[in-house]
């Protein structure tokens, strides 16, 4: 009796761990795509009359990695005239 409501007590916690842990990866893959969308459309559309942001393996791993606060530093350092 004891050994199944361990197991059960167990379960429950990897059951509500996986749930926190996917949630959070969720939120973490939704940012990257919408990042990368964002790099795209700012280069298809020539948004503020500048310049493109080139897009090389650095600018989509900033994307990819930091999202839209990554497209955010893209396009400040687009600003000054730095280029990843």
């Known amino acids: 009796m ?24 969720t939120k973490l893959i939704i940012n990257s795509v919408v990042g990368i969308v964002l790099l795209l459309i700012f280069n298809f559309f020539n948004i503020f009359g500048m310049g493109d942001i080139p897009i090389s393996l650095a600018s989509v791993l900033i994307c990819a990695l930091g999202g839209i606060p990554g497209f955010v530093v893209l396009l400040l350092l687009n600003v000054v005239g730095i280029t990843v």
């Open 2 to 25: 004891i050994e199944t409501i361990l197991t059960l007590g167990i379960a429950i916690v990897i059951a509500v761990a996986l749930w926190y842990f996917l949630k959070n990866v």
